[in-house]
């Protein structure tokens, strides 16, 4: 997979922008922006265990801690507040499936892409209404504030748009019955209603977009 095989080509890349930025002594930990919060397949809490962080992010971020000899240390902030939180200082870097639009740019730097991903539109097994983008037209249609799925609703006009934080939460909204679809990043889409025999993805999935990790300005 494409995307797989971006996943590592950013740590040397990155390990020269961090190396030599004028930041603290390499003993004082590097804050890593993340929210856990419905965070998987990036980063994300161990249901039996709330003290274990796993996710390709997760491993990532422990490369980086590896190769630059400095300890990463993970601070909860809100999916939409990440790039907002670096211009506070309150994190050096925000790495959380961010994707790399020029919205995003406006806020941050941006290393190389780490990975490729897709939008996935993913319905009701039942419901037969929606075999295309346009047909989320007119229809109840969950989804995440500030991503690139949220601005390509936006662009399709005419989408009654219900915004989550909570993953989960969503997919079992649309199971439910209470949303008519939920338009978000394959990867996540994969990981939480891949399985459920009460959902149906609708392929192909759309698009192609880039995630990197963002970095404050100057």
Same mark, same amino acid.
């Given at each position: ?7 590592? @080509? ?23 922006? @993340? ?12 249901? =039996? ?7 390709? =992010? $997760? ?12 300890? @990463?240390?993970?601070? $909860? @902030? ?8 670096? !211009? ?14 020029? =919205? ?13 991903? $897709?939008? $996935?539109?993913?319905? %009701? ?11 989320? %037209? ?7 504030? !500030? ?10 006009? !005419? ?35 891949? =399985? ?23």
């Amino acid at each position: 997979m494409k995307g797989r095989r971006l996943l590592w @080509v950013w740590v040397l890349a990155l390990w020269g922008a961090l190396a030599g930025a004028s930041w603290a002594a390499p003993t004082t930990p590097l804050r890593w922006g @993340v929210d856990l919060e419905g965070g998987a397949p990036y980063a994300f809490t161990m249901p =039996e265990d709330a003290s274990r962080v796993v996710g390709f =992010e $997760q491993d990532l971020a422990d490369a980086l801690a590896k190769h630059l000899n400095r300890p @990463v240390e993970r601070v $909860q @902030v809100n999916w939409d507040s990440l790039i907002p939180a670096l !211009g506070r200082n309150t994190i050096d870097f925000a790495m959380n499936g961010i994707e790399l639009t020029d =919205e995003h740019k406006r806020g941050a730097l941006f290393t190389r892409p780490y990975y490729v991903y $897709q939008q $996935q539109i993913v319905v %009701r097994a039942d419901d037969a209404r929606i075999q295309v983008f346009e047909d989320l %037209r007119g229809k109840r249609v969950g989804t995440l504030t !500030g991503s690139a799925a949220h601005r390509m609703l936006e662009q399709l006009g !005419g989408v009654d748009m219900k915004f989550y934080s909570d993953m989960y939460a969503i997919y079992q909204d649309l199971a439910m019955g209470r949303l008519e679809g939920v338009f978000l990043d394959r990867p996540m889409a994969v990981y939480y209603a891949k =399985e459920n025999p009460k959902l149906r993805f609708v392929e192909p999935p759309l698009g192609e977009g880039y995630y990197a990790i963002a970095l404050r300005k100057g």
